[in-house]
């Protein structure tokens, strides 16, 4: 009987505790919640960082991940055929259009000339017989002493004279043009590639001797997204205007440690079809490239200026909202109230939100504290936004 009133005894202990600490909880709370309210027993108004609305000139660009070509890739090709006797420049290095770059042995080339030659002697030859003979039997038929036919025999074989001569000269034509192209020379400008093939090779007419990539100017070919419509259609404005001599579309090129190339290049083309295999239109640059700077086949990216807007307005991407109408922003006005103005959204640059209607200059955006925002309650407006600041 002991033990159980001592038992009961504690509990109700534990339970006077219990009851003491919640009291002194809630008292705790009240006391919070009073340092928090106003003196009316009111929340005080949200805080929010704004930033004044000023027009600005903003410049629309974007970048293309891009690879660089030369602006003509040749392969040069013997055209005729024989031994290759020598290679006459350093593989790798750059030549100018008309050098020298293989001999292929000349003597079969030669002696054809030769044989040419003879060949369009003899039928020069005949053909002064037969216009002799022309001479005589014409003059016969004159006379009456010799019958139409023979006359007819003696100018066709005159005619035939003459054919042959035209049909020996251009033998000596093409036998000549063998004879020069057995020296190889370059059809441009540009590197050269290695030797396909080492001297004493038996080459036929066709066969790849080496390569030229021309590397002034320089082509970067880069591809267009196919929702992308106002570089494709800014491109083929700035093709139809090159025509006419107005400007073109121009183009920076970024490489790949991040530098803007210090010259400037033009987009003079892009296609008027879609690639269906990566959904994409190709478009191409050309940059000059006398420096050499630029190396085929190198990674780069084209930064291009679609447009220039006037006059717009510029926020962080963090003050745009949606509302049941649209993109939206609030406003603190002269009575540190904040209103909602419904905008019209231009393109992101550098991180910003363009805005190109529903901003007047001098607006006070609010540009962070938005979560309880609504129409027409009172802000503490803590400070303009600082820069860098997301």
Known sequence: MLSRNRSRSA???????????????????D?????????GGQQPPPQVRVETA?????????EYAGRARGAREVEV????????????????????????????????????????????????????QAQREWNRISSL???????????????????LARANVAVADAGLSQAQLDLDYTEVTAPVSGATSLEDLPEGSLIQQGTLLTTIVQHDPIHVRFALPENDATIQRRAREAMAASGNGDDTLSAVLITVDGEAYQHEGTVDFTASTLDPRTGT????AVFPNKEYHIVPG??????????????????????????????????????NKVVS????????????????????AGDQVVTSGMVALRDGIEVEVAGSEPEGAE
């Open 11 to 29: 509990f109700t202990g534990v339970l006077i505790v219990i009851t003491a600490m919640l009291l002194a909880a809630c008292s705790n709370n």
């Open 31 to 39: 006391e919070a919640q009073s340092s928090q309210e106003g003196p």
């Open 54 to 62: 000023e027009p600005t000139r903003v410049e629309v660009k974007e």
């Open 77 to 128: 090709r013997a055209r005729t055929q024989g031994i290759l006797e020598e290679r006459l420049y350093n593989e790798g290095e750059l030549v100018e259009e008309g050098d020298a770059l293989f001999r292929i042995d000349r003597a079969p080339a030669a002696a054809a000339v030769q044989g040419a030659e003879a060949r369009l002697q003899v039928a020069r030859a005949e053909l002064s």
């Open 141 to 159: 038929y004159d006379r009456g002493a010799i019958s139409e036919r023979d006359r007819d025999s003696a100018r066709s074989t005159l005619e």
């Open 281 to 284: 239109v190709m478009a191409r």
């Open 298 to 335: 190198q990674f780069v990216r084209v930064r291009i200026q679609l447009q220039t807007l006037e006059g717009a307005f510029t926020v962080p991407e963090s003050a745009v909202g949606q509302g049941p109408e649209g993109a939206r922003v609030f406003v603190v006005g002269e009575d």
């Open 341 to 360: 103005r419904y905008i019209t959204l231009g393109p992101v640059v550098d991180g910003l939100q363009v805005i190109t209607e529903g901003l007047q």
